[in-house]
C-alpha cells in the first residue's frame, strides 16, 4: 500500500501557516500540524495570546481534519534566544531575536521534534523558497517582495533546507487570505503578528523592564548640551525618531530629532537633527557570525547586494573576509542607520548567499 509522506506543520494560529497546511494537503501529503509554547509569561489583556493563537490553531486543524500537537520550547527559548537578546541589549546593541530563534528553534529543537513524530519535512509559514539544484539548497526571497522573509532564514544550512519546506513563498499575501477564506479557515482575516519572536505584542518598555535594570541618563547633542532625559539606552536604537521626549526642543534647524549614537561609558544618548543627517550615514560596516547558506563562503572579495534591515531594498556592496567568521563590508553608496546587532544579509539577485551579525560601523 502507497504510504503518503509525512510532513508537519508549524501552525502559529496565523493565516501564513494555516494556508500552508491546506497547500500541502491539497498535494496529497500526510500533513500533521504541531503549535509550538515557547513562553510561559502573564499575558497583558488586549495583546494577542499563545491561549488565542492555539485555539485558533485547533481551529484550523479541525476545519482541515489534521491532527493537532503541542510542544513546549520555554527552556530552549530563554537559554538560547532570550537570554542572548538579554545580553545584546546590555552591550547597547540592537539584537533581532527572530533570526536567532529561527536558528536555534524552529530550524533546530522543532526539526529535531518533527522527526520524533516520523516526519519527512517541516513546513512553516514563511514567504521564502528553496530550490534543489544538482545536490545544493537554495534559499531564494519569497515571490512577494512586500513580505520576502529571507532576511530572517540567512542562518540555514544545507541539512536544515533539505527537510524545509515553504508552501506560501510562491504566493502573494493577498493570494494567501483569498485561499484561507475560500476554506473557510477562520485565520483568514486575523491581523499580522508584529511583536518579538513568542513574546508578542506587549508594551516593549515594560516588558523589558522587568528583566534589565533601567538607567535613566542625558539625551545630548554631538556639541554635547544635554537637551532631555532617556528612559535607558536599552530601549532605543540607531535612527529612532518616536519616542525621545524631545518633540517641542526645535533646535537650530527646526527638523526632527533621530537618535545617531549612543554612549555607553557615559550612558548618553547623542541625538541630531534631519532624517539625512550626515552622522546617521555609514558606508562601510564590521561583522560577524558570518554564516554561508552553502556552507561555503563565496569567491573572494564578494561582489553582490546586502540588506542591514528587514525590507530595506539591496543595496550594491563588496564583502571582504577576516580571520574566522569576521567580515568586512563596503556599501557602493552611504547607508542610513546601520545597527550594530542587527544583521547584514548577502544577495545575489533573489538568491540568499549568507549574513552575519552586525558589530560596529566604521568612518
Not at 508549524?10 to 509554547?37: C, I, P, Q, T, W
Not at 519569497?142 to 508552501?167: A, C, E, I, N, R
Amino acid at each position: 500500500m502507497y504510504k503518503k509522506t509525512r510532513v508537519i506543520v508549524g501552525l502559529s494560529g496565523g493565516v501564513d501557516s494555516s494556508v500552508a497546511a491546506l497547500l500541502l494537503l491539497e498535494r496529497g501529503y500526510d500533513v500533521h500540524a504541531v503549535f509550538m509554547k515557547n513562553w510561559e509569561d502573564s499575558f497583558a489583556p488586549g495583546y494577542c495570546s499563545a491561549e488565542e493563537d492555539l485555539e485558533d490553531a485547533r481551529e484550523v486543524c479541525e476545519t482541515l481534519g489534521i491532527p493537532l500537537h503541542t510542544i513546549n520550547f520555554t527552556e530552549a527559548y530563554k537559554e538560547r534566544v532570550f537570554q542572548h537578546f538579554l545580553d545584546a541589549l546590555r552591550q547597547g546593541r540592537t539584537p533581532n531575536p527572530d533570526i536567532l530563534c529561527n536558528k536555534e528553534i524552529k530550524f533546530k529543537a522543532f526539526l529535531d521534534h518533527v522527526r520524533r513524530l516520523g516526519g519527512e519535512a517541516l513546513a512553516t509559514g514563511h514567504y521564502a523558497r528553496r530550490v534543489e539544484r544538482e545536490g545544493c539548497q537554495y534559499l531564494l526571497k519569497g515571490l512577494d517582495s512586500q513580505k520576502d522573509q529571507s532576511y530572517f532564514l540567512y542562518t540555514l544550512g544545507q541539512q536544515q533546507l533539505s527537510k524545509v519546506l515553504f508552501p506560501v513563498g510562491d504566493l502573494h499575501k493577498s493570494q494567501v487570505r483569498e485561499l484561507a477564506a475560500r476554506s473557510g479557515l477562520i485565520t483568514h482575516d486575523k491581523k499580522d503578528s508584529t511583536g518579538i519572536c513568542f513574546i508578542g505584542e506587549r508594551n516593549f518598555r515594560d516588558f523589558l523592564g522587568r528583566y534589565l535594570p533601567t538607567q535613566k541618563g542625558d539625551i545630548c547633542t554631538l556639541a554635547g548640551e544635554r537637551i532631555g532625559e532617556h528612559m535607558g539606552l536599552m530601549f532605543y536604537t540607531l535612527g529612532q525618531r518616536q519616542g525621545l521626549g524631545i518633540g517641542g526642543r526645535r533646535g537650530d534647524s527646526g527638523e526632527p530629532w533621530y537618535v545617531v549614537d549612543k554612549n555607553l561609558t557615559s550612558n548618553q544618548l547623542i541625538v541630531a537633527q534631519g532624517h539625512r543627517h550626515p552622522h546617521l550615514f555609514h558606508q562601510r560596516l564590521h561583522a560577524s557570525e558570518v554564516h554561508w547558506v552553502a556552507g561555503t563562503s563565496p569567491q573572494r572579495p564578494l561582489r553582490c547586494k546586502a540588506k542591514t534591515r528587514y525590507r530595506q531594498p539591496d543595496q550594491a556592496c563588496t564583502v571582504e573576509f577576516g580571520a574566522a567568521d569576521h567580515c568586512l563590508v563596503e556599501f557602493s553608496a552611504p547607508q542610513r542607520a546601520i545597527t550594530p546587532g542587527q544583521s547584514v544579509v548577502f544577495y545575489a539577485e533573489d538568491e540568499c548567499l549568507g549574513g552575519a551579525v552586525i558589530d560596529a560601523v566604521l568612518d
